[in-house]
Every structure is written in C-alpha cells, then in structure tokens.
C-alpha cells in the first residue's frame, strides 16, 4: 500500500434495497422492491454503486426459498487507484426455519437468525456463501452473534486489489439472495424490510502504516480510516 503524508479522500454510496414483507406461518412475500443508486464524491475519489443483474419485478411476491438475482459492483470514476469495501445489512428475525421437505432445520425451538441467504450463482443449498475475490472484515460487522433485541446482521467485505481509474469490479461478493422459509408469529405487511448495499472508497497512494498484503488484517485498518 502506498505512503504519502496527505488526507485521504474518501468517497460513500448508499444504495437501498427494500421490500414490504409478509411472513405468515410458512409462506413469505416480498413487495415494493427498489433500488436507488446515490453517488457522492470528495476530492478526487469518485465511484458508482451498480447492481447490473438486478430486476425489481423479480422481487414481488416472492415465496419461499425463492432466488432473486442480485450482484453489487463498484465502478472507479475518478483518476487515482482506490480501495473499495461493500457493507451489506440483512435484516434479522425470530422464528424456525423449515428444509424443503418441510422438516425444522436446526430443531423446532425459534431463533434469531437472517431472512435471506446471500449465495454465488452455483449454490442451489441452503447456505450463505461468497465469493473469494472478496475478503470479509469480521472484526468490522455487526449483529452476528444474534443477542436478543438484533434486528440487522452486516457484513463487510473489502475487494482484495486495489481499483484502478476506469474499472469495475469484476466480481460481486454473491450473485443472489434467496427468501428463507420461517414458521413464525405474523409480520404486518406494513412492516419494512431492508437488505441495505453500501460502497466505499479510499485512495490507495495516502495510507500511513498500512501493510502492503492484501489481506484481512490490513484492509480492515484501511476500513476503519473511512469508518
């Protein structure tokens, strides 16, 4: 990572993902669900937050266990080299989650736990995976021990090379949600479910201290320069 003794730009997105959901024993729907893609830029560091596979009208009334495509990338349109890191929130609720069979998963007792898996195109399981090209910050994320009262899980994820001027990101930590199937309380259709995508961005050629390694360690400190 380079070294210069000069302030860091550094540049945000938010872009917000939210659905009205249903969950009543265990059929679930998602409606209302939209993007919006904000661009904000400081100094020399500018991004755009994309998500190129993504159709809105996929997302209403889905079903359980059904797959929506969704894939951030970060375009880097500014002149210098930058670090780029995505925070995702999935939102967090109480209840039993059911196999396709119809079997609880995990035994019957309710838990605190996400209402979607984020899975790579080839996953067809039950499970969150990512891909590689992105290296996840976990002493950065918040939620994930699921204490009574968690409503959002984070996760936080940093590209692991540096973007140069003109490029995207070629790969997104995961490629689509999928809608757990949860036996629990009703949900009022009134209430608002989030999965929230956030981009950020340094410029790499002003970091004191940091080593060169791309590696977790590193990169959660470039983090916590913007954070």
Known sequence: MKNKNKKNPVVSIVGGITAAAVIIGTIAFLTSLDETTNVFSAGNVSITLTEPDYNPDDAKNMIPYQEVEKNPKIQNNSSNEIYVFLRITVPVSKGTELN??????????????????LKTKNNEELKTDFHSEWIELNEVETGKDYAEGTTERTYVFAYNQILNPNEQTEISPFDKVQLKNLKEQPVPDTVTQVIGVEAFAIQADNLDGIGSEMNEDNLTQVYKLIK
């Not at 396709?100 to 898996?117: I, R, S, V």
């Open 100 to 117: 396709e069979d119809g079997t609880a998963k995990d035994g019957n007792t309710p838990k605190l736990q996400e209402l979607f898996y």
